[in-house]
């Protein structure tokens, strides 16, 4: 399917792009957590084994939190349409 403007969506498709955005939402939120307490343990870790070594691969992880709240950041759009035509 072709990526289409979200200004010229009907009701009904924004009704039902509302309901993906609530999944997406619920699973970044999830993915922030996990990606999160990794980086957390890993750095109680290498605090409690005086191996600093172990923060370098900790990253990643921080890289993909980055993407993720980048990426939600974009769905602000339709949220503000949905607003716009008291779809809430």
Known sequence: MEKRNISELTNEQLLIEK???????MISSFMIGFLASIV?????????TKNY???IPLLF?????????????????????LKERNLN
Do not use: Q, T
Request: charged share 25%.
């Open 19 to 25: 309901k993906k955005l609530k999944k997406s939402k």
């Open 40 to 48: 957390v343990i890993g750095i109680v870790s290498s605090i409690n």
């Open 53 to 55: 070594i172990v923060i």
């Open 61 to 81: 992880p921080i890289y993909f939190i980055y993407k993720i709240i980048g990426n939600s950041k974009k769905n602000n759009e339709l949220e503000i349409i």
